[in-house]
DNA sequence: CCTCCACAATCAAAACTCTCATAGGTAAGA
DNA sequence: TCTTACCTATGAGAGTTTTGATTGTGGAGG
């Protein structure tokens, strides 16, 4: 498993990629955007550890290029403790997944993990699970040759239940991430974009849909592969 | 978010429960340290506060216990003065943060955002009992290949019994844990659930069985293994 | 060994809550 | 103006929880 880590505090980065190399892992550490970006590049990795304050180039910027030349290394996006808005930014860069400093080592490791063996699998620009093809660019959800195009919330929603096939996403979750963190939004509205994506499912088909726990959330049902 | 509050002191404690509240936690206050294990081996909370000074099991020992049984609840430990070799143990034992009495609230408060904002997607986190398999996220009661859902109070009564295979749970526990510590159910509302659950373990084939204690509460009946 | 009683288990209906799906309304852009 | 995307309201329906009545059972005392 090979690691990338982008981060500009020496003492954090040094101490991280120690620590994952006491793990088995083959790290990279580099110190600014620019570098990063080269490194990530190279599509040789298994993982990016990126920071969002970044010399030279920020986080988001090396996470949008990285998408934009069809790299999809997964990212886990460091993110500075009160920037919340920042999580938001980031996932729509590109990043998969994001932590807030300071952090728990060892939940920083769990989030690799997770990562590392995720099965919904950035191709280029587009996420898939199942026979689902989530084209990134236009917005744009494929089983086989049929194919719509998604309104910004159902495109928003349906990628936080593509990211992690199978895990369960609380609507609170959903809210914050498609909505904002400190939206008025309601549960009701979730359940009308849920509702209008398996009504997308059944038209095209496919054999992915989506599940209901009760006063949780929802997940996606991808048949065993 | 759900928070424990483990401390003897009961003025603090019942302070720090009602402040908790107004910032919209949902609290459960104990003041021992067998309860706070007890309450805290659910899984169910957010964050734990814990202080290290309690009667029947120390703090140090709560959070080892905890940590063993892979209850990975962020705790912020309470130290009763500013002892250096406390922080330590504290950290040692697994707590995530920790704080010197007598301490601001305000910090107390941005102590644990900071723990909660941490938190991770709870993916994979099950209880295991003979064949039975729990799984927290989605609710589902599992037996080999079969599988059921359970409702809210079904999950939390059996939740309560699968902590401790074999312990005999007192109804009035039950009562307290799943319907709140002050409130009006009567016995006979575990009584229904218990038979909820029976029906669904003799559906699943399981080798796990509920037992009954006349006048006192139920079991897991584990085969020995 | 039998009887009785208190407690436990079960059942079914009522009360309640949450989810789903649709329709109507609003705002922004073509 | 027309279209598109989004939000809100609503009611039907499904699922959950409570309640009260009825039936079953273990064990103490006769």
Redesign the interface.
């Known amino acids: 498993m090979r690691v990338l880590i982008v981060e500009d505090e020496r003492r954090l980065a040094e101490a991280l990629g120690q620590i994952m190399a006491e793990q088995r892992y083959q790290t990279d550490v580099v110190y600014d955007g620019a570098d990063g970006l080269d490194y990530a590049l190279t599509g040789q990795y298994d993982v990016i550890v990126l920071d969002v304050m970044l010399p030279k180039l920020d986080g988001f910027e090396v996470a949008s290029r990285l998408r934009h030349a069809h790299v999809s290394t997964p990212i886990l996006m460091l993110t500075a403790?009160d920037e919340m808005p920042d999580k938001i930014a980031g996932l729509d860069h590109g990043a998969d997944d994001y932590?807030?400093k300071?952090?728990?080592i060892g939940?920083l490791l769990?989030?690799v993990r997770?990562l590392t063996r995720r099965q919904g699998e950035v191709i280029g620009e587009q996420l898939v699970a199942g026979d689902l093809i989530l084209e990134l660019s236009t917005r744009c959800l494929r089983r086989g040759d049929k194919s719509v195009r998604l309104g910004f919330k159902e495109f928003d929603v349906l990628r936080q239940l593509m990211v992690?096939p199978r895990?369960?996403?609380p609507k609170e979750?959903i809210i914050a991430r498609v909505w904002g963190l400190d939206s008025e939004a309601e549960d009701n509205n979730v359940e009308v974009y849920i509702s209008f994506l398996r009504k997308k499912l059944t038209f095209l088909e496919s054999n992915v849909s989506i599940g209901t726990?009760?006063?949780?959330g929802y997940?996606l049902e991808v048949p065993a592969s």
Chains 1, 2 share one sequence.
């Open positions: 403790r932590m807030t300071p952090f728990d939940e769990a989030r997770a992690h895990a369960v996403v979750d726990v009760r006063k949780v997940y």
